[in-house]
């Protein structure tokens, strides 16, 4: 069982910054992988970036060059920061964890019950 809370979420202007968090607590394996998504009312969920324990990561191309993934291991977080928002970023975001090495794929075990991101105009 391994359970997530995500933080960092807000309201922030177009071109303006956030960092997310999210600390994951419970059955953490050594190798794992830890992502973040995204979903806006009436669309589906859609990875944004993700990290594994080695720190291999991927980014969607819509966030190429303006997100950042991180991660601290010996806390069991994950980062997201998020610099030049852009309106279409606004979303709830969500944190996604498996204890598996995985570099592809919608393969997640947990998730956490996410947090809102609004980029105004």
């Known amino acids: 069982q391994v359970q997530l809370v995500e933080s960092g979420g807000g309201l922030v202007q177009a071109g303006g910054s956030l960092r997310l968090s999210c600390v994951a607590s419970?059955?953490?394996?050594?190798?794992?992988?830890m992502g973040w998504y995204r979903q806006a009312p009436g669309q589906q969920r859609e990875l944004v970036a993700r990290?594994?324990?080695?720190?291999?990561?991927n980014y969607a191309d819509s966030v190429k060059g303006r997100f950042t993934i991180s991660r601290d291991n010996a806390k069991s977080a994950v980062y997201l920061q998020m610099n030049s928002l852009k309106p279409e970023d606004s979303a709830v975001y969500y944190c996604?964890?498996?204890?598996?090495?995985?570099?592809?794929?919608?393969?997640?075990?947990?998730w956490g019950k996410g947090t809102l991101v609004t980029v105004s105009s």
């Open positions: 419970g059955s953490i394996a050594s190798i794992n992988t």
């Open positions: 996604a964890f498996t204890n598996a090495y995985r570099t592809r794929g919608d393969y997640w075990g947990y």
């Open positions: 990290i594994i324990s080695d720190g291999f990561t």
